[in-house]
């Protein structure tokens, strides 16, 4: 599928390897799922786009609610917490690749950043690191997608042992539960369509972290550069002031790119991520109600990789909003603690203004909210809160009732 999963690897220095690789995978999926990435789009690419872009956005988010119309008398309890979990998601899930047509040239504008920023790492083991880097993130990214095809593989399998489709979206003209031959029908058919936003969602739920931690890894080579300013003996001609000044200055002027990057990719994450936390919270719930209360010994298996899927699209985006926050206090405090009182009139005040700077971390927020793991935690929570709310309600015992 993919040409290169080499760069699972870290290249050698000898191959020209860039930060945006980082993300060359994800790029190559949301280009599949029919984005215009290097405008190259032919009249077979465009009637793939009309049909990619009204399945994503429309037809699958209203195919659970009209499945629900037509046959919820016929839902088990457990069959129905299942559906309507997926259902959110997808829900969720529209509105991040709606997000992604919208704003899909400031990805690339991203990018520009991180070629500009590539142009400040210039010591092989910089060069070095951002290989590293290129390779852990790409690895991150084909996590998500074990995950998923594991989780689509799974909740198939357990259709398949219950006599029963896996995702139990709308057809029309086929009814699963009239005979087997339907039954085949609409298993292979859900299987090929939402396998297919299943592979998407891949790329829509992961690119905030894939770029927030590619981010990371500059703030870190920056703090080390940072670190080593003023210093006489970090390398040659190091005692003349004008080269002194030089290294702060591009200090900054790295530091006033990543601040752009900020700036690019800001809108992008900012509203899908809200919604993604609600989302999250609510699906949370109805998985554990559907664990403790319904589902048996087959069918938590696949409940299980779904969890492992939804956590994936929240803690590391927030463990690394986490980290960088943390990343640029102690960039602060590494200016402060390098030899620029050693300097010039002209350096040391440059200095005091950069500090004056850094004193802002980079933060990022979905809508008003900060993205951090107090924030993922209030996420568990509202899910338990769903869980007692339902336990409250006797749930199981209305559901189970009504069934019968």
């Known amino acids: 599928m993919f040409g ?24 190559d ?21 009309v049909f990619s872009f009204t399945y994503n956005m429309l037809v699958l988010p209203i195919s659970f609610p009209i499945n629900y119309t037509i046959h919820l008398a ?35 504008l991203a990018n520009k950043h991180f070629d500009e920023l590539d142009e400040y790492c210039k010591a092989p083991v ?12 790409t690895r991150l990214y084909l996590t998500f997608c074990v995950v998923y095809i594991l989780y689509a593989t799974s909740t198939l399998l357990d259709g398949m042992f219950h006599d029963r489709v896996p995702f139990n979206t709308y057809y029309p003209f086929v009814n699963w539960r009239i005979d087997r031959t ?3 029908i609409q298993t292979f058919l859900e299987y090929l369509t939402v396998g297919y936003a299943i592979f998407v969602a891949t790329a829509t739920d992961s690119y905030p972290v894939i770029y927030v931690v590619a981010l990371r890894t500059h703030i870190l080579l920056l703090k080390d550069r940072v670190i080593h300013l003023g ?3 970090n390398s040659e001609g190091s005692n003349d002031a004008d080269f002194m000044f030089t290294s702060l200055v591009d200090c900054i002027k790295a530091h006033r790119t990543m601040l752009n990057f900020c700036e690019a990719i800001k809108p992008i994450i900012s509203g899908t991520i809200f919604a993604q936390f609600i989302i999250c919270g609510s699906i949370l719930g ?36 986490n980290a960088i926050v943390d990343d640029c206090n102690e960039l602060a405090d590494a200016l402060f603690h390098s030899a620029w009182w050693m300097q010039d009139k002209r350096y040391q005040r440059v200095a005091l203004q950069f500090l004056q700077k850094l004193q802002q971390p980079m933060t990022f927020t979905a809508m008003n909210i900060f993205i951090n793991l107090a924030t993922n935690i209030n996420v568990a929570k509202f899910a338990f809160t769903v869980y007692a709310i339902a336990s409250g309600m006797n749930l199981d015992e209305k559901l189970q009732i009504q069934e019968t």
Do not use: H
Not at 126 to 137: C, F, G
Not at 288 to 295: D, G, S, W, Y
């Open 29 to 49: 999926t949301l280009r599949m799922s029919g984005m215009n990435l290097r405008n190259d789009f032919g009249v077979g690419r465009k009637i793939w786009r």
């Open 231 to 233: 210093e006489t003996s």
């Open 286 to 321: 109805i998985i554990m109600i559907n664990m403790v209360l319904f589902a048996d010994q087959s069918t938590r298996f696949g409940i299980i990789t779904y969890v492992m899927a939804v956590l994936l699209q929240t803690f590391p985006l927030c463990f690394y909003c």
């Open 182 to 184: 339907q039954l085949y």
């Open 74 to 108: 016929e839902f088990p309890p457990d069959l129905l917490l299942q559906s309507l979990q997926l259902c959110l998601n997808t829900w969720c899930f529209a509105l991040k690749f709606f997000t992604l047509v919208i704003y899909m040239t400031r990805l690339e």
């Open 126 to 137: 910089e060069k070095r690191k951002v290989r590293d880097a290129v390779a852990a993130i």
């Open 4 to 27: 290169y999963f080499k760069l699972m690897y870290p290249a050698p220095l000898s191959e020209p390897i860039q930060t945006r690789d980082s993300n060359a995978y994800l790029l």
